[in-house]
Structure formats: C-alpha cells, structure tokens
T-cell receptor, first 116, second 113 residues
Framework: EPEVTQTPSHQVTQMGQEVILRCVPI?????FYWYRQILGQKVEFLVS????????KSEIFDDQFSVERPDGSNFTLKIRSTKLEDSAMYFC??????????????FGAGSRLTVL | AQSVTQLDSQVPVFEEAPVELRCNYS??????LFWYVQYPNQGLQLLLK??????LVKGINGFEAEFNKSQTSFHLRKPSVHISDTAEYFC???????????FGKGTKLSVIP
C-alpha cells in the first residue's frame, strides 16, 4: 500500500537553529499538509499546499515556518529559527482530493523534533 | 469551523471485553468524520471514515462507528478487544470546503490481559 515517508524520524537541534523536515507524499496525490502534535496535546493543523502554493494555514504557521516542493517528489517544512516550544512530532500528510470532496488524508509516521 | 471533543482521555478495558470510545463534534457545515489510530512510536493510521450514506461505518481491525447527526456524535466501538488494540485513538472532522482536519485530544485505550 502506498505510504507517506518522512525523514528524519528524530532530530535534536539547538534553539535558534534552522531545521528542515522532509516528506515524500504518495506519488499521485496533489494536496500536501503538515500537522504537529506537541507532547500530550492535540494534533494541530499547520498548513496545506496545492499547486505549488499555500492553500490554507493556521495561526501557528507564522513567519518562521515555510513549506516548499523543491522537486516532483519531496515536500519540506522549514523552521527558520527554532524555539523550545517548537519541540513536537511533525506529521506530513497527502490526499488525492481537496476540499471540494471528502478529503481523506494519509499520514506519515512523523518526525520528532527536540529543541534544546 | 469544527470542534471535536473526545470525552475520555484514558479507557482501560479487559481483553475480549467490548469498548466504546466517545466523540462529539460541532460544525456549522456538512462534516466528514474520521477515526485515526496511533500505535506507540508510530504515525496516524486511518481506522474508518464517514463521508455520506449509511450511518454505520466499518473499519479495519473489527472497529465500527456510528454517525448520529441528532446527537452530533461519532462513537467508535469494538465488540471484543485484543491486547494489540492498545493505542491512542483520535477522532477528527473536516468540513466541506476546508483543507483542515480538526482533531480531538485523543483517547488512550489500554487493554488489560
């Protein structure tokens, strides 16, 4: 069964450093997402991406975050200057249909980010 | 906008006993409902979904859920649980026209041998 692949599985970084989390969505999917889950809290929506641009973003997704699809297969989340509160599990997801239909997301296994 | 409430943060249950994990939602628009499962140290796996049609939906691993519009609920049930069902279960909702999936806080199911 097709799956969403995320790397790295765990990254430890110092506060203020830049981090890039990578994702390979399912190959025929057109919509891409990042969610995060701070330990003990809800899974929260960060951003959705379609047709090479952000289609929707949450209040969490401020100027320190950016997303990019640098080639035909990868989808990345960059955090420019990490803060302690960015420590979380970050999930990438993809879907074949967008909000015009029932949007069923397939999630990756997650990338755990620890900011020291 | 939607909100999703999972009333129980932890549910312990003995092996082979039935279980119900509760989920209530609120939405001002037509809503699609999902249950995801997260096994320890793993990602989110889709368990089942309600998009339209029959209000009783069946998912993987013997789970089922019933969409109840009047009670705005989408409770997850399994008639007989196994040790391997120990995991965290998330109810989620999305509305027509939105890219965003809104999650509940999750319910940790612990199956006791």
């Amino acid at each position: 069964e097709p799956e969403v692949t995320q790397t790295p599985s765990h990254q430890v970084t110092q506060m203020g450093q830049e981090v890039i989390l990578r994702c390979v969505p399912i190959s025929n999917h057109l919509y891409f997402y990042w969610y995060r889950q701070i330990l003990g809290q809800k899974v929260e929506f960060l951003v959705s991406f379609y047709n090479n641009e952000i289609s929707e973003k949450s209040e969490i997704f401020d100027d320190q975050f950016s997303v990019e699809r640098p080639d035909g297969s990868n989808f990345t989340l960059k955090i420019r200057s990490t803060k302690l509160e960015d420590s979380a599990m970050y999930f990438c997801a993809s879907s074949s249909t967008g909000p015009s239909g029932a949007n069923v997301l397939t999630f990756g296994a997650g990338s755990r980010l620890t900011v020291l | 906008a939607q909100s999703v409430t999972q009333l129980d943060s932890q549910v312990p249950v003995f092996e082979e006993a039935p279980v119900e994990l509760r989920c209530n939602y609120s939405s001002s628009v037509s809503v699609y409902l999902f249950w995801y499962v997260q096994y320890p140290n793993q990602g989110l796996q889709l368990l089942l979904k309600y998009l339209s049609g029959s209000t009783l939906v069946k998912g993987i691993n013997g789970f089922e859920a019933e969409f109840n519009k009047s009670q705005t609920s989408f409770h997850l049930r399994k008639p007989s649980v196994h040790i391997s069902d120990t995991a965290e279960y998330f109810c989620a909702a999305s509305g027509a026209g939105s890219y965003q999936l809104t999650f509940g806080k999750g319910t940790k199911l612990s199956v006791i041998p």
